[in-house]
């Protein structure tokens, strides 16, 4: 009688003890997947805050780099300063008048230039070479205009001789569609002296 009772309180004692150590591993295995998600979803927040910062930081950068209209930039022995910026249909001149072809405007910069040097120089020569100045317009992501040489124009900044220690104002201009001048994104003028640049934001 003894021996047939302690089989079955044995019995029941195993399956206590196996059911004990099976919630003890459910419950471990929960509490880990749980770690395991909220690791991953911390990772993530982390690369996609750093992806942003990435992306904004160039933008910044660039936008910090120009120089304002009104402010006086030196580059090689020229002191620059834009003054203005329009975009005209055409430009009137004495008893004439200057127009782009079809389909384009004209973006006309005003500027002052004074020689820093020691001798007359030539501001924007036709054919410039080593250390002349250079200028062109950057406009939206890269997409690049020249200066247009209107001949006979009597502001024209283009083949300007100035003096050492002497200043002179006019304009330069440069022909683009009629797509670039309805768009708001930025435009950048260019100016070049040997190894030195300078960009004027004028849009």
Known sequence: MKKRLLVPVLCAVALSATACGSNASSTKTEGTTAEATTAADTTSAEETTTAEETTTAPETEAASAAIPMGQATKIGEWNITVNNMQIVDNIPDGYGSFSPDAGNKYLLVSLSVSNEGKKAESFLPSFSMGDDTSVKVIYGDGYEFTQTNLLGYSKSMINAT?????????????????????ATDPIIAEFSCGNDKANFAIR
């Open 162 to 182: 100035i003096n050492p220690l002497s200043s002179k104002e006019g304009d330069i201009a440069f022909e683009i569609p009629d797509s670039v001048a309805a």
